[in-house]
């Protein structure tokens, strides 16, 4: 039955490939106006189906708190929308060298998004609208234990997009995934790049499936709580991140690093807040709980600390927010110095920010290398020596880490894949948004001659900067259309669904996502020949 299984997701893996890469080809000739118009249709459905979709991942997976599911996929609908609304992604973007370089969007084609279980619908959302921001298909594999919610987050944006005008099928999820389905998938012949969130071997496989692959790692973030920090603000910040739906995010606080004048102080204000202190035998039965052949036991991830306490056959207060643990160590001799994705806490004392400073740099190394680090100090010199040599590209500062690194309470780019870099072995060091899901094509004029003549050494058609920053998408694009009409002397063609299945080849006369048609294109081109 198991074997059945694996072949019929393998072969739905093939079905919807094909099927939203007819549907892509198609909606790449759409242009600027129309995939804006689907976008937003998109991010306003999804967030207004937020709650609905926090409760049913909440249900399905037994992970994190409704509440705080909610945040995310209003998140991961309107905040990533609201980042990404004004980014240029289809025909000139922009204009470098007083004319002379010219830089051209390209779909890439069908995105292969790998969802982890940890968090289903903010996540299955937030790469369906980078996809086809870009003019992309996407096919989601979610985690077998949400698959769905996944899948009913993915129909929420499908149907909103199509009611927008976007070609049926251009966003697919699998509804039977397995390891082998999910493998077939990366590899098939009509995705062209993978989106992978998710566990270590997922990622693994999607770097070795021979398609381009934007990767995750792990997290164990380590917050450094410096002699001259606010103290009260760094508890309560540290404390809400790594509760937020129960430290699920990957950016989750995973131990907490405390300047040796400030340690008193802040476990006094720990308790305040709810951190229970685990004795030596709590700690003992704890540590035998989180790991389990030595890695994080799935069996706590996303559960309130008073749960996973009496799970490990100890009790604590109703009201405990996080299960605090004295650790003097970083390595396989300190279980709880691992990533736990839970209300846990490694609580360390070191003196200086030196120290300090090694002790991020030993958690780091420890399985959360690249990823992300949380300091908090009202010290320059400090703060910025950490930026300098912390081996993580997410040095976030006097607040939480969990929904700091995303992008929700700093300016990073709103994203729920964060990638670690060469040094967590991602090729992406930064938070994965739609520029990265996009081609580039560009159109470079001769700036240093080798032979004499007349000809067309810049694109004067189109207006003169350096740079196109200083102006909204929208008037840019408006720019360039009025220039083209006015030389061609015809309106943009591919009015919002005008686009056929029959006619979505370039040949079929549209150039490559312009709106301007063939043969329009080639009266420009007569005129440069002039």
């Known amino acids: 039955m198991n074997f059945d299984k694996d072949l019929q997701s393998i072969q739905e893996a093939r079905t919807l490939a094909a099927a939203a890469k007819e549907a892509q080809l198609e909606f790449k000739h759409y242009n600027q106006d129309q995939v804006d118009k689907i976008v937003k249709a998109m991010a306003d459905a999804g967030y207004k189906e937020s709650e609905r979709l926090a409760k049913l ?55 292969a998004a790998l ?18 921001k870009c003019r992309n298909g996407i096919v989601a594999s979610p985690h077998p234990k949400a698959a769905n919610c996944t899948a009913e987050a993915l129909r929420v944006v499908s149907d909103a997009a199509e009611k927008a005008g976007a070609p049926k099928g251009l966003i697919q999820c699998m509804t039977m995934p397995t390891l082998e389905g999910t493998e077939a998938l990366m590899k098939d012949k009509n995705v062209a790049v993978i989106l992978a969130t998710g566990s270590t071997p997922m990622v693994r496989a999607a770097y070795s499936s021979g398609k381009p692959a934007y990767g995750v790692g792990s997290g164990n973030v380590p917050a450094f709580i410096e002699r001259t920090a606010n103290y009260q603000k760094a508890v309560a910040d540290i404390i809400y991140g790594t509760t937020f739906d129960n430290g699920t995010l990957c950016s989750s606080e995973q131990a907490m690093i405390v300047d040796s004048p400030l340690r008193e102080k802040v476990i006094d204000e720990a308790k305040k807040i709810g951190c229970y202190f685990v004795s030596p035998d709590e700690k003992k039965k704890l540590e035998n709980t989180v790991t ?13 600390a008073p749960w996973i306490a009496n799970y490990a056959g100890f009790s604590v207060p109703s009201n405990t927010t996080v299960l605090m643990a004295e650790c003097s160590k970083v390595g396989r001799d300190e279980p709880l ?11 360390y004392t070191v003196d200086g920010w030196l120290e ?10 420890f399985g959360g290398i690249g990823h992300t680090l949380a300091i908090h100090s009202n010290d320059k010199e400090v703060i910025m020596k950490f930026a300098l040599e912390k081996p993580a590209f997410r040095i976030v500062v006097n ?12 300016g990073l780019m709103p994203s729920m894949t964060l990638g670690p870099g ?62 083209l009409r006015a030389r061609a002397g015809n309106p943009v063609v591919n009015p919002l669904g005008s686009v056929s299945k029959k006619t979505s080849s370039a040949s079929a006369g549209t150039a490559y996502g312009s709106g301007i048609s063939e043969d329009e294109i080639q009266k420009i081109i007569k005129e440069f020949n002039k």
């Open 57 to 111: 991942a909440h249900e399905e997976t037994g992970f994190g708190k409704i509440q705080d599911k909610i945040i995310k996929n209003q998140f991961g609908s309107r905040d990533v929308y609201e980042s990404i609304k004004n980014l240029k992604t289809v025909g000139v973007i922009d204009i470098q060298k007083e004319g002379k370089v010219i830089k051209i969007a390209e779909p890439m084609g069908v995105v």
């Open 337 to 347: 110095s691992i990533e736990k994705l839970s209300p846990i806490l490694a609580f």
């Open 292 to 304: 389990k052949g030595g890695r994080i036991n799935p069996d706590i991830v996303g559960k309130p």
């Open 422 to 483: 060469t040094w967590g072995g991602s090729i992406v060091s930064e938070n994965v948004t739609a520029m990265h899901l996009m081609n580039v094509k560009t159109l470079a004029f001769e700036v240093r001659p080798v032979n004499s003549g007349s000809c067309v050494t810049s694109f004067d058609l189109l207006p003169t900067m350096t740079s196109t920053a200083s102006q909204s998408s929208g008037s840019f694009t408006k720019q360039i259309e009025e220039r």
């Open 115 to 132: 969802i982890p279980s940890t968090n289903p619908t903010s996540t299955a959302m937030f790469k369906a609208l980078i996809s086809v």
């Open 356 to 365: 300090g400073c090694h002790r991020c740099i030993e958690l780091l190394q």
């Open 399 to 410: 607040t939480p880490s969990s929904v700091g690194a995303v992008g929700y309470t700093t």
